[in-house]
């Protein structure tokens, strides 16, 4: 099975600043055959289901604010918020779509400060 | 509009069995693979299994493989999961959720319901 790991476990951020969450797949997610990686990024608010934010690592769902954005290729990922906004304090999950099973990260905690 | 309702859950003794619905609604169900993830209380979101647009593909969390068992009546817009042998560390909200793609292939979830807690506990 895929492992995600994900960094830091939880981060305290200013309404405004920048807030940047790191995941970690233990084997690559690229499909070669059409350069995608294959790793979304889903926030969680409390009481609320997960909401897909990004997906092939840096593609935005519609509707998704342009603030959030993702990078990374192979194994290695980052999701960045450019300015908290305080609708953005959630839960974070990084998750990989490359094979079964379809594994999240344990998540990354982002609090006000 | 899509709407997933998850129903089904409860407590039940470990060793037990329970069989969770998901009744799906606003969109054409037999276009799309589905899902059941689950989340475990004050832990992180773990998928449990899957289904292809037509029932032909399948896949299972190995926590659950030879226990539980997805399936879908697309004349019903339903999705299913049928869970035996259940374990204490079964315990978990359980999420119906809509796959963007039809396969069981490199899913997105992009729709979600609001889940049906299961308690597993003697």
Known sequence: ?113 | EVQLVESGGGLVQPGRSLRLSCAASGFTFDDYAMHWVRQAPGKGLEWVSGISWNSGSIGYADSVKGRFTISRDNAKNSLYLQMNSLRAEDTALYYCAKDSNPRLRSPLFDYWGQGTLVTVSS
């Open chain 1, 1 to 113: 099975d895929i492992v995600m790991t994900q960094s830091p476990d939880s981060l305290a951020v200013s309404l405004g600043e920048r807030a940047t969450i790191n995941c970690k797949s233990s084997q690559s997610v690229l499909y070669s055959s059409n350069n995608k990686n294959y790793l979304a990024w889903y926030q969680q608010k409390p009481g609320q289901p997960p909401k897909l934010l990004i997906y092939w690592a840096s593609t935005r769902e519609s509707g998704v604010p342009d603030r959030f954005s993702g990078s990374g290729s192979g194994t290695d990922f980052t999701l960045t918020i450019s300015s908290l906004q305080r609708e953005d304090f959630a839960t974070y999950y990084c998750q990989q779509s490359y094979v079964t099973p379809f594994t999240f990260g344990p998540g990354t905690k982002v609090d006000i400060k």
